[in-house]
């Protein structure tokens, strides 16, 4: 299996630690990893913007960068629904098809693909936990 690993925009910019954080989980599990150097942003700024037809371009590179990968993930439950359920603005081309229905959110993609449940991890303190709308309404993680 080989996955490629998606950081979104705002995590490269503002919380590396969580990109790092991601690739080091996924290695743990013996996910064979691969980070596309040339990726950027998924689109959804300015798709979010009311500019959908002028985040095409974003879009399209995101196809690009990710269409040899068996499996895309990413640590960022909004931009993977936005390429699930917002590259229709592309033509739906094999390349385009294979990448939206093989993108996931990180721990969807624990669970669904890997099918683990347990990672071995802990942490001894209570804490509060949002479930964010796009992956509780969008991706159906509840």
Do not use: W
Not at 39 to 61: I, R
Not at 91 to 101: A, D, G, H
Not at 117 to 138: E, M, N, Y
């Amino acid at each position: 299996m080989k996955v490629g690993l998606f950081i979104p925009c705002y995590i490269n910019q503002l919380y590396p630690q969580v990109a790092i954080a991601t690739l080091e989980l996924l290695e743990k599990l013996g996910v064979d990893v691969y980070y596309p150097t040339g990726q950027t942003c998924c689109g959804q700024p300015l798709g979010n913007s009311g500019y959908e037809e002028d985040s095409k371009g974003a879009c399209q590179v995101f196809v690009e960068n990710f269409k040899e990968y068996d499996y895309i993930v990413g640590p960022s439950g909004s931009c993977i629904y936005h390429v699930k359920h917002h590259f229709d603005i592309l033509e739906q081309t094999p390349e385009v098809i294979k990448v939206r229905n093989n993108a996931y959110e990180l721990c969807e993609f624990i669970v669904k693909v890997l099918g683990k449940t347990d990672i071995g991890a802990s942490f001894p303190h209570k804490v509060g936990l949002h479930k964010s709308c796009h992956g509780l309404r969008g991706l159906k993680l509840g």
